[in-house]
């Protein structure tokens, strides 16, 4: 190994082997899916010829799995009684191919969109009662 090259160590979360050891600069492929599904810590420590250390944290979330939509309830919701829950969980497939069963969670109809209706319903029937009084 040469001697005038910075040395690179990564690290995922808090486990004290590092997952590689190289000379500056790198490219490294990390494969996610060797990791679990949720959040992630890559800690970078670079050592330079002379002894000095650098640290550098990239906080991540892995996201393997299938995809859970829910609709319904939503985080830090205050809720009592009995909630109505729709869930769709579905995988993503691979970079190759698109899966189309089950990739699409319906959703039901926003209350802003009611409210567009409404209103629009309310000015087309009073825009027929006043221009039949005309003729």
């Known amino acids: 190994m040469s001697q005038d090259k910075s040395k690179v160590f990564l690290f995922i979360d808090d486990d004290p082997v590092p997952l590689a050891e190289m000379d500056a600069p790198i490219v490294f492929d ?12 890559l800690k970078i ?8 250390q650098g640290i550098k944290k990239i906080n ?15 985080s830090r919701d205050i809720v009592d009684g009995t909630l109505s829950l729709m869930i769709n969980a579905y995988d993503k497939g691979n970079r190759k191919s698109f899966l189309i069963s089950g990739s699409e969670t ?4 926003p209350f802003w969109i009611w409210v567009i209706i409404i209103l629009f319903a309310g000015w087309a029937l009073y825009y027929e009662i006043t221009s039949s009084n005309i003729q």
């Open 106 to 109: 319906p959703r039901t109809i």
């Open 60 to 74: 991540f979330t892995v996201a393997n799995g299938p995809s859970i939509k829910i609709e319904g309830l939503k």
């Open 45 to 52: 420590v670079s050592e330079s010829p002379s002894g000095k």
């Open 30 to 41: 990390l494969d996610t899916k060797k990791l679990t599904d949720g959040e992630h810590v």
